[in-house]
């Protein structure tokens, strides 16, 4: 009596193939996400890339479609170049604050909170940004307006002065915190703060707690042990923290929309040639500068070692 041997189907048959090839299996998973990043993400960029080179026709506006670099040198004039260093000088400032208020409050976390504390700081970190990030902002114009809370406080316990002498400071004061470029600076802390903390948290644990201890046995005070020890430790978490704070303050356009004075930022430059001005090839040219930087930012990141802590 012979043994009849089942049929083998063509599901069967892919997943021999599958298996015998595991590459084929592999290049099928991969190619929609790299299609997608092909020609989605790098195509648009490349069209953008593109349009800079384009120049606009001052007469009629029209875009002329030949290959210049005069819409890059039209990013020198004080108007355009002072909106790139505002733009810089912003994203700095905010990284800044971030690391200076994220550190101690990763260093806490990761050293100190364990168990329930441990979720909970996480839950304090992360709740944030499960709401909508415009209820965020129109609630600090709200808080930061000349009638808002923040001016109450500071009236009820006598330190309106200090609120005063603030606004006062010439080039970043202004009538209220929600009309100057200081209360832009705190909306932008809030916002990103998250995205700064975390990474630094993550390289904190990282530390060994077998180095504090040597360190404190050699006889260095807290102190040392912070600027000798901790510190270069923890850089790779600063830096990769610094990667999201400059760049989406970079980009950004809503919060210095909705609060601050009518200082263009590089994200509202863009926002507005290429929508009521209609000029695309300075907005591309715009646009380019952030992504230019921002190149030159990862590859010193990549270098320190700032991807490990990601």
């Known amino acids: 009596m012979t043994a009849t041997l089942p049929i083998r189907g063509a599901g069967d048959r892919l997943s021999g193939l599958f298996w015998r090839r595991p590459g084929v299996l592999l290049a099928l998973l991969i190619a929609p996400p790299l299609l997608w990043l092909g020609v989605v993400y790098l195509g648009s960029l490349a069209a953008l890339l593109m349009q800079s080179f384009y120049s606009i026709d001052e007469f009629s506006g029209v875009v002329v479609e030949e290959f210049t670099t005069k819409t890059y040198a039209e990013l020198l004039r004080p108007s355009n170049f002072d909106i790139i260093i505002r733009t810089l000088l912003m994203s700095a400032a905010v990284t800044l604050g971030a690391a200076i208020i994220a550190f101690p409050i990763a260093y806490f976390a990761a050293r100190y909170a364990r168990g329930r504390w441990k979720a909970v ?3 304090g970190i992360l709740l944030p940004l499960w709401s909508s990030y415009l209820v965020k902002v129109y609630a600090w ?9 923040l001016t109450w406080a500071a009236e009820g316990i006598g330190a309106g002065f200090v609120l005063d002498a603030v606004l006062s400071l010439p080039g970043i004061g202004g009538n209220s915190l929600s009309t100057s470029f200081i209360g832009t600076w705190l909306v932008f802390l809030y916002v990103w703060l998250p995205y700064m903390i975390l990474p630094m948290q993550a390289s904190l644990e990282r530390v060994p707690l077998s180095m504090l201890e040597a360190s404190a046995d050699l006889g260095a005070t807290p102190a040392q042990t912070f600027r ?3 510190l270069p430790l923890a ?4 830096i990769a923290g610094s990667i999201f704070t400059f760049s989406l303050t970079m980009g950004d356009y809503i919060i210095p929309q909705i609060i601050g004075t009518s200082a263009r930022f590089v994200g509202q430059a863009v926002y507005q040639l290429q929508g009521t001005a209609g ?6 040219a715009f646009a380019v500068v952030p992504i230019v930087i921002m190149l030159v930012y990862l590859t010193l990141a990549k270098r320190a070692g700032a991807f490990d802590a990601l």
């Open 121 to 123: 700081f996480y839950l």
């Open 141 to 149: 114009k709200l808080i930061l307006a000349k009638e808002g809370i």
């Open 228 to 230: 000798s020890v901790i």
């Open 235 to 238: 850089m790779p978490g600063v």
């Open 279 to 284: 000029n695309l090839p300075l907005a591309a």
